[in-house]
């Protein structure tokens, strides 16, 4: 059986303009709609700036969890980003996320 997921956020979020170097963190809502417990078996990220936080533990039937996703653009350059992050799991396909903004000195 293939374990299913509905979002409870989008999978794609706008960090905006800003202009001060932060670290920015978006959690990805999701809840299990399969039969089956969900697992994240890894992710990967499109660069070094960007690094996640996941359930490392099945999310049972019913059960909400987050992948939180965090950007740390210190040390590269200004200008406007956009980021993919591939979730692989025990589901049918790979989950695209994406993040994007736009860093104005």
Do not use: A
């Given at each position: 059986?293939?374990?299913?997921?509905?979002?409870?956020?989008?999978t794609?979020?706008d960090?905006?303009?800003?202009?001060?170097?932060?670290?920015l963190?978006h959690d990805?809502?999701?809840?299990?709609?399969?039969?089956?417990?969900?697992?994240?078996?890894?992710?990967?990220?499109?660069?070094g700036c960007?690094?996640?936080?996941?359930?490392?533990?099945?999310v049972?039937?019913?059960?909400?969890?987050?992948i939180r996703?965090?950007?740390?653009?210190?040390g590269f350059?200004p200008?406007?980003?956009?980021?993919?992050?591939?979730?692989?799991t025990?589901?049918?396909?790979v989950i695209?996320?994406?993040?994007?903004g736009?860093?104005?000195p």
């Open positions: 059986m293939v374990s299913h997921i509905e979002w409870l956020t989008d794609s979020h960090f905006g303009t800003y202009s001060e170097r932060d670290t963190k990805f809502i999701f809840r299990n709609v399969g039969k089956v417990p969900f697992f994240i078996g890894r992710i990967k990220t499109s660069c960007t690094t996640t936080e996941y359930p490392n533990h099945p049972l039937q019913g059960e909400c969890d987050t996703v965090i950007y740390d653009g210190n350059r200008g406007k980003y956009s980021k993919t992050i591939k979730v692989f025990n589901s049918d396909s695209s996320l994406k993040i994007k736009e860093f104005i």
